[in-house]
C-alpha cells in the first residue's frame, strides 16, 4: 500500500492509495459544494446538477457516457450532501484512463437546456419519493430546524417549488463558482499506477478553471426545538432527534464515533438492550455526524405512536446517564473491537479505502492507514468519553416526529 | 481470472460444509443455511420463522443473551440472522482469525439456543413493529405483495411474516418449528477467506457433528393472488411491480435469461433506464430482476412514479418488455458481458460476498460454480441464444400491482 499525493497548477489536488495486489481500481472526484453552499434562490441545484454531470459534454452525449460507462463494466455513481458532491466509479484496472476520463466528463458539463428541462421532471419524481419515506422526511426535517439559520439546514434536494423555479443559467453560475479546480479532489485506491495517474490527470483535468472557493465554516449554535409533522395514515412514529456534536477537524470526532456504538449501534448497545430487545420500538439508534465546523448526534427511533413519548423518556434516561456516569472500560473494549473489524473488512475493496480516503482528504488535507486508524481507535478509552461528554453532552435538542401523532403526549 | 481454490465436505448428518481459501485476504466470512425458513410456516401462522429467528440469539448454551451478544462483538463479527425462504441464514464475517472461535458460539445458536418463554412477546413485538413500519414504506411493501400475487403459497408469501398472523402467534408455535426444521440434512455452510480447509472442517465436525437428523417438515401449498390488483395508499408516488415467467438458476437456460433482463436494466445504458428515466422523465427509480427460487422464477420490474404519470410510465415498461422479442443488439449484449465480467473480479474482493455464493450455488445446483466457469458461460452467450430464451420465455402472463392513490388501466 503506497500513498501519493500531488497538485496541479490549477489547484486540482490527486491523492492516491496504491495496492498492486488489489483486483480493481476505484477513482472518485470530491467536489467541494454541497446544499450548504446554496444560495436560497437556487436551493437544491448542487443535486440537481449533480444528475445533469451525466449528460455529458460537447464530446460526449447522455447516452455516450451511461453507454461508455457501461462497456467498461463500471460500478459508478454519484452522491450530493450537504458538503460534497461525489463522483465515483470502479473498474478494471485495465479501463483505468477511460474511467478519468469520463469522470472528468461529468465534471464539466455542457447543461444542455433539453436535457436539463427533462432531467427536472426526474428530480421532481425523486422529491416526490424521498417525501413517501417518512424516515427520510424526518431526516431532511429536523436538519432543516436544528440548523436553522445557518447553511447546515438547507435541504440537499431543495422543493417542487425552488427546483420547478431554477434555470439552467443559475445552474451554470453556480457551476462556475462552486467547480474550480481548487474545490476538486481526485482520489484514486487500489490497483493503479501513480505515474499513469498523473498523465491522466494532466491530460483530462489541467486545463479546468483554477480557483477556489471557501465556505464560511462557523460552528453552528442551534438553541432546539419540536415539530411533529401528522401523517395519520402511518401506522408508526418515526422521531429524528439532532444534539451538537464535535466538527469534522475536531480530535474528538474519534471518541463521538465510538460513543455512538456503545450508546446507539444497532445490536449490542445501550439503545439496543433498553429499547429494541425489549420489543418496545422497531428501530433505535445514535449516529455521529461530522461537517465542516459543526457536527451532530443523530438519534432515530420509529415505535408505535402509543408509546413514543415513553420511549423518548428512556433515551432521555440512557443519556443522562451516560453524561453522568460515562461508559465502562468493557463496552469501549467491545465496541473498539467491533469498529476495528468493519474498518478492516471495509478496506479490502478499493471501494472501500476510496471514502475513507477521500473524505481524509478533503475534510483534514491529510492521509490515514487502515494502521493509522486502528492505532487510534486503540488508544480510546473510557476517560476519551468523559473529555468528549464533558465538551458535547449526548442530548435531544431538536425533534422532529412524523406519523399519526399531532403532539408530544405525556406518559402515564 | 485467479484460480479459486474451493473444497467441499460433507458430514454424516447431511451438513454440507463448503470452503474457499482467499489467500490475500485479511478477513474471513460464513453464511449457514438451516433449512427452516418461513415455507415451513404452518398455515396461518405466517411469521413463525421470523419471530423464531429473533428469538433464537437471546440466550444459547451456557451464555444468556447479553454474554453471546458480547462475546460475537468481542470477535468483531459483523453479523445477520434472518429468516429466507427455505433456509433461516446466519452469516458473519470478521478477521480470519476469529472465525474459529466464532463458530462453536453458532453451533450453540443452532443446536442450543435457549428460546426463553418470557421473551417471546418481546420477539413477536419487535416482528410486528418491523411490519408494521413496511406498511409506511410503499418501495418496499410492493414486493412482498407482488410475491404473493405471481407465487404459489407458501413461496410467495413474504418470509417477514403477515402481520395478523404473527399477532396470533404463541410461544409454543415457535418452539415447535425449531424443533422440527432446525436439521442438518440440507444444511450448508459456506466459508470464505484467508483460511485453512482441514481446520475449518475439523472445527465444523466438532461442533456440528452431532446435531441429529430429522425428516423433512411438510408445508402447505395454496394458490396465488390476484394477477392483476391494487392497494390503496396515501403517498405522493404510485409504486409499479410487474411479475412474469423467467427461468431459475439451475436452468440451462439460465445465463440466457440473465442477459434478458440485463439488456433490460442491467446498468444506466439499459432499456428501461434510457426509455422510462432518459427520454420521458417519468421516474426516478426503475429496475428489473430475475429472481431465482430452486425450481421457479420470475422476472421482477418496479418503477415508482408521481400518480398523475404511472399510466404512462406502466404502458411504456409494457411496450419495452414486449419489444425484447423483437430482438437485441450486439453491442447491448457486449455491453452485459462487460459489466458481469467486472463484478465477478469484484466479488473475489469481498469474503461476505463469496460465503453467500458458495453457500447458494450448493442449494441450488449441489455443486459450486466457479466465477472462471460462470465467465464462460457468459462469454458463450450470442445474440441468437440470447433471443431464443426470449422467445421460449416470452413477456406475457403478467401479474401487475400497483400501490398508491388510484389504481391504474391493466390491459395486457
Redesign the interface.
Known amino acids: 500500500m503506497k500513498f501519493h499525493e500531488a497538485t496541479l497548477d490549477n489547484g486540482l489536488t490527486i491523492v492516491a492509495e496504491l495496492n498492486p495486489?488489489?483486483?480493481?481500481m476505484a477513482a472518485g472526484f470530491w467536489v467541494r459544494a454541497g446544499s450548504r453552499d446554496e444560495t436560497t434562490g437556487v436551493s437544491g441545484v448542487s443535486h440537481f446538477l449533480e444528475h445533469m454531470a451525466?449528460k455529458g459534454n460537447e464530446k460526449y452525449s447522455?447516452?455516450d457516457v451511461?453507454?461508455i460507462?457501461?462497456?467498461?463494466?463500471?460500478?459508478y455513481n454519484a452522491s450530493t450532501s450537504e458538503e460534497v458532491t461525489l463522483y465515483y466509479a470502479?473498474?478494471?484496472p485495465e479501463y483505468a484512463e477511460q474511467t478519468i476520463e469520463l469522470l472528468s466528463t461529468l465534471i464539466r458539463p455542457t447543461l444542455r437546456q433539453d436535457d436539463f428541462d427533462?432531467?427536472?421532471?426526474?428530480?421532481?419524481?425523486?422529491i416526490?419519493?424521498y417525501?413517501?419515506?417518512?424516515g427520510f422526511s424526518a431526516y431532511e426535517k429536523s436538519m432543516s430546524a436544528h440548523f436553522a439559520g445557518h447553511p447546515l439546514g438547507q435541504s440537499i434536494l431543495g422543493s417542487a417549488e425552488s427546483i420547478g423555479a431554477l434555470t439552467s443559467e443559475q445552474m451554470g453560475q453556480y457551476h462556475t463558482e462552486h467547480y474550480q479546480a481548487g474545490n476538486i479532489t481526485l482520489a484514486v485506491a487500489g490497483n493503479a499506477d501513480w505515474d499513469e495517474l498523473r498523465r491522466l490527470a494532466d491530460k483530462y483535468c489541467a486545463a479546468w478553471p483554477a480557483g477556489k472557493w471557501d465556505r464560511p465554516t462557523t460552528e453552528a449554535q442551534p438553541t432546539g426545538s419540536t415539530d411533529y409533522v401528522t401523517r395519520e395514515?402511518?401506522?408508526?412514529q418515526?422521531l429524528m432527534q439532532l444534539s451538537p456534536a464535535p466538527a469534522a477537524a475536531n480530535p474528538l470526532r474519534f471518541a463521538a464515533e465510538l460513543l455512538s456504538v456503545i450508546v446507539g449501534d444497532d445490536?449490542?448497545s445501550r439503545l439496543y438492550?433498553e429499547l429494541?430487545?425489549?420489543?418496545?420500538?422497531?428501530?433505535a439508534e445514535l449516529g455521529y455526524n461530522e461537517y465542516d465546523g459543526s457536527g451532530t448526534y443523530l438519534t432515530y427511533l420509529?415505535?408505535?405512536p402509543k408509546s413514543a413519548a415513553e420511549n423518548i423518556e428512556r433515551i432521555a434516561a440512557i443519556y443522562d446517564d451516560v453524561n453522568k456516569n460515562g461508559v465502562t472500560d468493557?463496552e469501549v473494549?467491545?465496541?473498539r473491537?467491533?469498529v476495528?473489524?468493519?474498518v478492516?473488512?471495509r478496506s479490502?475493496?478499493?471501494m472501500g479505502r476510496l471514502s475513507s480516503l477521500g473524505s481524509n482528504w478533503v475534510y483534514r488535507q491529510e492521509h490515514q492507514t487502515v494502521e493509522d486508524d486502528l492505532k487510534i481507535l486503540e488508544s480510546l478509552s473510557a476517560k476519551s468519553i468523559r473529555e468528549l461528554l464533558e465538551a458535547y453532552p449526548l442530548g435531544q435538542m431538536t425533534t422532529v416526529g412524523i406519523?399519526p401523532l399531532e403532539a408530544p403526549t405525556a406518559s402515564e | 481470472m485467479q484460480q479459486q481454490n474451493i473444497r467441499t465436505h460433507q458430514f454424516d448428518n447431511g451438513l454440507t460444509l463448503v470452503v474457499e481459501s482467499m489467500g490475500h485476504v485479511q478477513s474471513a466470512a460464513f453464511s449457514l443455511m438451516v433449512p427452516a425458513g418461513s415455507i415451513f410456516d404452518a398455515a396461518g401462522k405466517n411469521g413463525t420463522a421470523s419471530v423464531l429467528a429473533n428469538l433464537i440469539s437471546r440466550g444459547a448454551g451456557d451464555l444468556d443473551a447479553r454474554e453471546l451478544s458480547s462475546a460475537l462483538d468481542n470477535l468483531g463479527l459483523q453479523r445477520s440472522e434472518g429468516p429466507g425462504l427455505t433456509h433461516m441464514s446466519f452469516s458473519g464475517a470478521t478477521l480470519a482469525k476469529n472465525i474459529s472461535a466464532a463458530l462453536p458460539l453458532y453451533g450453540d445458536i443452532v443446536l442450543r439456543p435457549h428460546l426463553p418463554a418470557d421473551e417471546f412477546e418481546a420477539a413477536q413485538a419487535g416482528v410486528i413493529q418491523s411490519l408494521r413500519a413496511t406498511e409506511d414504506e410503499p418501495r418496499q411493501k410492493i414486493f412482498l405483495e407482488l410475491r404473493r400475487r405471481c407465487y404459489d403459497a407458501p413461496w410467495g408469501l413474504p418470509t417477514e411474516g403477515s402481520l395478523a398472523d404473527v399477532e396470533s402467534l404463541t410461544a409454543d408455535d415457535v418452539r415447535a418449528h425449531f424443533e422440527t426444521a432446525f436439521r442438518p440434512d440440507e444444511a450448508i455452510l459456506g466459508v470464505a477467506g484467508n483460511v485453512d480447509f482441514d481446520e475449518i472442517r475439523d472445527t465444523v465436525g466438532r461442533v456440528f457433528g452431532d446435531w441429529e437428523s430429522k425428516p423433512e417438515p411438510e408445508f402447505a401449498t395454496a394458490p396465488h393472488g390476484p394477477s392483476q390488483d391494487h392497494i390503496h395508499h396515501d403517498s405522493a408516488q404510485t409504486q409499479i411491480g410487474i411479475a412474469y415467467e423467467a427461468v431459475p438458476y439451475r436452468s440451462p437456460e439460465y445465463y440466457a435469461g440473465w442477459a434478458a433482463v440485463s439488456v433490460l436494466s442491467g446498468g444506466m445504458s439499459s432499456r428501461l433506464f434510457t426509455e422510462v428515466r432518459e427520454k420521458k422523465g417519468l421516474c426516478y427509480s426503475i429496475h428489473a430482476s430475475l429472481s431465482s427460487l430452486h425450481d421457479d422464477a420470475r422476472i421482477l420490474c418496479y418503477a415508482g412514479t408521481t400518480t398523475e404519470r404511472a399510466q404512462e410510465t406502466l404502458d411504456t415498461i409494457m411496450v419495452e418488455l414486449k419489444r425484447l422479442g423483437d430482438g437485441i443488439e450486439q453491442d447491448e449484449l457486449t455491453r452485459c458481458k462487460a459489466r458481469a465480467k467486472s463484478s465477478l473480479v469484484m466479488q473475489q474482493e469481498s469474503t461476505m460476498a463469496r460465503a453467500g455464493s458458495i453457500a447458494r450455488d450448493w442449494y441450488h445446483l449441489g455443486e459450486i460454480r466457479t466465477l472462471n466457469d460462470v465467465g464462460q458461460r457468459i462469454d458463450a452467450l450470442t445474440v441468437d441464444t440470447v433471443l431464443d430464451y426470449i422467445h421460449n420465455h416470452p413477456a406475457r402472463d403478467f401479474t401487475i400491482l400497483t400501490i398508491g392513490p388510484q389504481p391504474l388501466e391493466l390491459s395486457q
Do not use: T, Y
Open positions: 495486489q488489489a483486483h480493481s451525466f447522455a447516452d451511461n453507454r460507462f457501461d462497456e467498461i463494466g463500471a460500478n470502479a473498474v478494471l427533462m432531467e427536472k421532471k426526474v428530480i421532481l419524481e425523486e416526490s419519493m417525501e413517501d419515506q417518512p395514515s402511518n401506522q408508526q418515526h445490536s449490542g438492550w429494541v430487545d425489549p420489543g418496545l420500538v422497531e428501530a420509529s415505535c408505535d468493557v473494549e467491545q465496541s473491537n467491533k476495528a473489524s468493519r478492516v473488512l479490502e475493496r478499493p406519523g
